[in-house]
């Protein structure tokens, strides 16, 4: 029997890294792995997670850049600092209003 997982944050939420200082608006939700294996190797095998988790396609930013990461829900934490994600995408994909971040057209999700 398959064990369905519904994924713990949401489209439009600002969240960070567990472990590594950047953070992000979700854009996309996976809800399992679904990237190639080269990228899966190339995750050093101790700090490997599972692929049977939602997975989450961020316009991700740190101190010094803007990028796109895809990462597992089990390394994301909530980002409640309030402070707006600066990625250059954003606006593009989202409205932000009083609440956070919407999709800017709500069909495509």
Known sequence: MIKARTAKFQIGQV???RIFSFRGVIFDIDPEFNNTEEWWLSIPEEVRP???QPFYHL???NSESEYVAYVSEQ???PD???EPVRH???AEIFVKDKTGYRPRNPSLN
């Open 15 to 17: 969240v960070r890294h």
């Open 50 to 52: 599972h692929k049977d």
């Open 59 to 61: 316009l991700a930013e």
């Open 75 to 77: 390394n994301l934490v």
């Open 80 to 82: 409640d600092s309030g």
């Open 88 to 90: 250059s995408q954003v």
